[in-house]
């Protein structure tokens, strides 16, 4: 858990927006304001100042206390959320078919989709009811033939809770092949540059109830939207 720990605080403390970045944590672990507060023996406006960047930025010793409570308050809820964040080791800087970024703050499914042009082709009613915290943009066919079970939640980074974007795709039927029978699933996968999506593919989404969708963006105009967030 030390090191789970140490990726939270050193994210917060590097941040531009340190506040964001706390509501980003709390948010992830499905904590609530309230719950926050009454850990901390504090206000719901104390922690709504901070995570709106109307106070100074937290000290060391608010932040461990911010980190302690995410952990403990999860722990009582039987503790899945640290749990799925411990399995996703941090991913080799070098990897040449895939490409992570992780927001400083979550964004709805609704304006991602927007963010990217997006055409949705399967499951547009789940769009509002997700938040992203990152995306992963990968070369489909070296994913599909170089990555081994072992190496995929590498794809995911921290969090599971980020879309994924394939590209070099033919019919979109392989990438939906590899999430079905995959253990983690991305809460949204984006196909580049295709007119016509398989219809497995499609069928696959709506059985794993995943938002499918299309872009017409190049992977650097991606990055470009995508890595302001």
């Not at 901390?40 to 010793?61: F, H, M, W």
């Not at 033939?145 to 969090?159: A, Q």
Request: aromatic share 8%.
């Amino acid at each position: 858990m030390d090191t789970l720990q140490e990726w939270i605080a050193g994210e917060i403390t590097l941040s531009d927006s340190p506040g964001s970045t706390m509501k980003k944590w709390r948010e992830l672990f499905g904590i609530s304001q309230v719950e926050l507060a009454k850990y901390l023996k504090i206000s719901t406006s104390t922690i709504s100042d901070y995570e709106g960047n109307r106070r100074a930025s937290p000290g060391v010793g608010i932040i461990k206390r911010f980190i302690a409570a995410l952990i403990t308050i999860d722990a009582q809820k039987g503790g899945e959320v640290a749990r799925n964040l411990e399995k996703f080791s941090r991913p080799k800087e070098d990897a040449s078919f895939f490409y992570l970024h992780d927001f400083s703050a979550p964004i709805s499914g609704v304006d991602f989709a927007r963010l990217i042009e997006a055409k949705i082709v399967a499951n547009p009613n789940y769009l509002d009811t997700i938040k992203l915290f990152g995306y992963t943009l990968l070369d489909s066919l070296r994913v599909i033939l170089e990555i081994s079970p072992s190496d995929y939640p590498r794809l995911f980074g921290r969090t599971s809770e980020r879309a994924f974007i394939f590209d070099q795709v033919s019919t979109g039927r392989s990438p939906m092949v590899v999430v079905r029978v995959a253990p983690i699933k991305p809460k949204i996968v984006v196909i580049q540059n295709l007119e016509t999506v398989d219809k497995l593919a499609i069928k696959i989404a709506q059985i794993e109830h995943i938002p499918l969708l299309t872009t017409k963006l190049t992977a650097d105009e991606l990055k470009l939207r995508l890595n302001n967030i």
